[in-house]
């Protein structure tokens, strides 16, 4: 059984609440990565922060859903998910575009439960944590990676095998 910390990466780029997000972008593209992980000064994770927060950006506020009833108004989408989705798009530092405290995994995680994580909540990268310090991230590239190795072992490797000889 495939285990978290047999596919994980241990240098992981990290990034900090102050951190603008002119940089993180960046960050994300020169090393072709989903997401990041927000470390505060001592080095706990506080949230992480992955491309899709930051093409939040470019979306269009949503006007609240409302109705009115013996003349006044009430709003059918919460206040609070309105101001979440205006902090994002005006964003200009992590802290503002972060999802705070993330789901995170152990190293002795089943990569089984990893993917249907990733699945099920879709999750593109999770943070690997131990004794609640960052020691590693698995994405879903890394689960790809399985898949490749475990099929190239299964099919055999000598030419021949399988095709025209």
């Given at each position: 059984?495939i285990k978290?910390?047999?596919?994980m990466s241990?240098?992981?780029?990290s990034?900090?609440p102050?951190?603008?997000?002119?940089?993180?972008?960046?960050?994300?593209l020169k090393n072709r990565i989903?997401?990041l992980?927000v470390l505060?000064?001592?080095?706990?994770?506080?949230?992480?922060?992955?491309?899709?927060d930051?093409i939040?950006?470019?979306?269009?506020l949503?006007?609240?859903s409302?109705f009115?009833?013996?003349d006044?108004?009430?709003a059918?989408s919460s206040?609070?998910n309105?101001?979440?989705?205006?902090?994002?798009?005006?964003?200009?530092t992590?802290?503002?575009?972060m999802?705070?405290?993330?789901?995170?995994?152990?190293?002795a995680?089943?990569?089984e439960?990893v993917?249907?994580?990733?699945v099920d909540?879709n999750?593109?990268t999770?943070p690997?944590?131990?004794?609640?310090k960052?020691v590693?991230?698995?994405?879903?590239?890394?689960?790809l990676?399985?898949?490749?190795?475990?099929?190239?072992?299964n099919?055999?490797s000598?030419s021949?095998?399988?095709?025209?000889?």
């Amino acid at each position: 059984m495939i285990k978290v910390k047999d596919i994980m990466s241990t240098k992981v780029i990290s990034v900090s609440p102050e951190t603008e997000i002119v940089e993180a972008a960046d960050l994300l593209l020169k090393n072709r990565i989903n997401g990041l992980p927000v470390l505060d000064t001592s080095g706990a994770l506080v949230g992480i922060i992955c491309q899709s927060d930051l093409i939040a950006q470019q979306k269009k506020l949503p006007l609240p859903s409302l109705f009115s009833f013996l003349d006044g108004y009430i709003a059918l989408s919460s206040m609070k998910n309105l101001q979440r989705q205006v902090d994002k798009i005006a964003a200009t530092t992590v802290a503002q575009a972060m999802t705070p405290t993330p789901v995170t995994i152990d190293s002795a995680t089943d990569i089984e439960a990893v993917a249907a994580l990733m699945v099920d909540h879709n999750f593109h990268t999770l943070p690997v944590v131990e004794g609640g310090k960052l020691v590693g991230i698995v994405g879903k590239e890394d689960i790809l990676r399985t898949l490749i190795s475990n099929s190239t072992m299964n099919t055999g490797s000598t030419s021949g095998e399988h095709g025209l000889a």
